[in-house]
């Protein structure tokens, strides 16, 4: 990619993101330690690894300290790996190098027998790749550090001879933190990866970090990860390397009267925010956009984080919008989930398959408040910051709702809750103003990236056309004196 | 030096009271050479004509020590009498070794 450096040798993983914050994968020929507690998918990720390698006619060797073979086949059956064929086929070894753990012991030994097995299947598979899982249990027969620490350089002295590219996972206790239980192991190693596993407002999460990798960048954020249905998922998020497509042309609102307000409409690929407190048509704007997009052929993927599909499609007759016949034609797909239901991290996973299949022009978002019922704000921030910068990348618009409970807004920040200004590139504010006769409401553009908008209140009703505005809106202010207008302003 | 057999007769029932010892090495690495050493000594003092040891190189027969299961050499299995025993190290320590193998160090059962 970029920022060249001397380039090292490297082996793909061809897991979901990890190739791209290894910047290229991992060291070939050499040792990569992977480490995390109970449960954080270290087993996964280097079947994964092994597996997505032999399936593209790489062979490879799995050792495993702990789970029997059997375990591990089913591990992988239920990721859509078939080992067992793998194994018929002679492109995956599986040692069961299970310590019969009532042992004894007399005097000095050292794991020479192991290695005589692995050469065995190495040599018979011509294997170029290991993993070796659980590698803290067969360390436990060690009673002092320093037979240890010489085992794990013999360990690593033959495997770096063989020029084997090899995936050492050791298990951490919950309370360690991290690292010194097995320091030596990332000294000796050529890279080390950490998974976490942990609980964040009641929802799991599950973070990648890079600790080290000699002789090669990496991303050293903490990663996402999910098990998705065909193995690991991370969401590498590099916002040094934002990629986002420039904004593009104008796509219309849906709202000839809020055209006039942004000289056009919304930008293609942009970020849009439609913010206000309940009632004020948040929704109804949004559907409103997603049934004129429909009807000019483009497809839009509505998430409704809120209330049910079919709620929401009946809700929307009442203001004239009907957004059934574009369900079936299928230019409109609405997604809903609870937010608690899950994790944000598989949310994202979700809506990123989704993604991907359905290849939407434009995606709304209903609405943003919900979100942070994922499990804490920064959860909710998680989410949206990396859907939104993946739905850029692809030059997908993107429409998130906020209900604002109370008051008015002032900023962006307030506006979305959780701060995620920096990516929003327009945003529509709803409001009700009281007066003696009645409740009115008003939209304001408060921001339009890279476009000039109006800056007056515009009042609006709904009716059962949908939203109407009885006065003609004003089109932005000095269109031929070119008025310089900051963001934000009001 | 006695009745240090290349590990053929592998089925093969033992009388009873006699002893069956499988020793795991790995080349001639010096603990491996230790083991062998340290066992034939025991054996001739405590279990003088009741013994058979069978050696194994796991460079050479990487499948022996699949069926084993042995992972750590040198290693020593009790074969016979039952119940089965593993022994790792290069068996320096006398006591621990006749202990694992139940024999009583006063000699003879």
């Given amino acids: 990619m970029r920022g060249k450096r001397q380039p090292i040798p490297k082996v793909l993983t061809k897991i979901a993101g990890l190739d791209e914050i290894l910047e290229g994968g991992l060291p070939r020929g050499r040792t990569t330690v992977v480490s995390g507690g109970p449960g954080s998918g270290k087993t996964v990720l280097g079947l994964e690894f092994l597996c997505r390698g032999a399936m593209a006619g790489e062979p490879g060797v799995f050792v495993t ?173 590099t916002t040094a390397e934002l990629t986002h497509q420039p904004l593009g042309t104008k796509v219309s609102t849906g709202l000839k009267g809020l055209d006039l307000m942004l000289e056009g409409g919304f930008r293609r690929a942009s970020c849009v925010l439609i913010s206000g407190n309940s009632g004020t048509g948040k929704t109804t704007l949004a559907s409103t956009f997603a049934r004129a997009a429909c009807q000019r052929g483009e497809r839009v993927l509505y998430l409704n984080f809120e209330e049910s599909k079919e709620a929401m499609i009946s809700g929307m007759l009442s203001p004239g919008i009907d957004l059934r016949p574009s369900l079936d034609d299928k230019t409109l797909l609405v997604q809903t989930a609870m937010p608690e239901s899950t994790g944000s991290d598989n949310h994202l996973n979700r809506v990123m398959e989704t993604i991907a299949s359905f290849k939407p022009d434009h995606l709304i978002l209903d609405a943003v408040s919900a979100c942070v019922r994922m499990g804490s704000k920064q959860a909710a921030f998680d989410f949206m910051m990396r859907l939104v910068s993946v739905v850029k990348e692809h030059g997908i618009t993107s429409i998130l709702t906020n209900q604002i409970s109370s008051g008015v807004a002032n900023s962006d920040e307030e506006l979305s809750g959780i701060g995620f200004s920096s990516v929003v590139d327009a945003v529509v504010q709803l409001r009700f103003v009281e007066t003696d006769e009645e409740l009115i409401r008003q939209m304001l553009v408060v921001k339009s990236r890279g476009s000039a908008h109006s800056s007056r209140r515009q009042s609006y009703v709904i009716t059962d056309r949908g939203i109407e505005f009885p006065d003609t809106p004003h089109p932005p202010p000095g269109r031929a004196g070119k008025v310089r207008r900051k963001d934000g302003g009001k | 030096m006695s009745k240090a057999s290349l590990a053929k007769p592998r ?52 499948e022996a020590a699949v069926r084993d299961n042995i992972l750590v050499t040198p290693a020593l299995i009790l074969v016979a009498p039952l119940p089965r025993v593993v022994v790792l190290g290069n068996l320096s320590d006398a006591p621990t070794v006749l202990a694992a193998l139940r024999v009583s160090e006063g000699n003879h059962e």
Avoid at chain 1, 116 to 128: L, P, Q, W, Y
Avoid at chain 1, 170 to 196: P, W
Wanted: aromatic share 8%.
């Fill in chain 1, 65 to 237: 300290f702990e789970e029997r073979a059997e375990a591990i086949r089913l591990n992988a059956s239920a990721m859509g790996w078939d080992l067992a064929a793998l194994e018929k086929a002679g492109k995956i070894a599986i040692i069961e190098a299970r310590l019969p753990g009532e042992e004894i012991v007399s005097g000095d030994f050292d794991i020479q027998g192991l290695l005589a097995i692995v050469d065995g299947h190495v040599k018979r598979i011509g294997a170029r790749q290991i993993v070796m899982d659980a590698l803290d249990v067969l360390l436990r027969i060690y009673d002092d550090f320093k037979h240890e620490r010489n085992e794990l350089s013999r360990l690593h002295d033959w495997l770096t001879d063989r020029g084997l590219t090899s995936v050492l996972s050791v298990k951490t206790r919950h309370d360690d933190n991290q690292g010194s239980q097995y320091e030596f192991l990332d000294f000796m190693a050529d890279c080390v990866i950490r998974l976490d596993h942990r609980v964040l407002g009641q929802v799991a999460t599950r973070r990648l970090r890079v600790i080290k990798y000699r002789g090669s960048g990496f991303g050293t954020n903490e990663y996402p990860y999910v098990f998705g249905e065909r193995g690991i998922v991370l969401f590498p998020l």
């Fill in chain 2, 11 to 62: 089925a093969r029932k033992s009388p009873p009271g006699h002893y069956l010892l499988r020793l795991f090495m790995a080349g001639n690495g010096s603990n491996s050479q230790k083991a062998l050493a340290n066992l034939h000594r025991l054996c001739q003092e405590h279990l003088e004509g009741r013994y058979t040891i069978e050696t194994v190189d796991v460079v050479q027969d990487f």
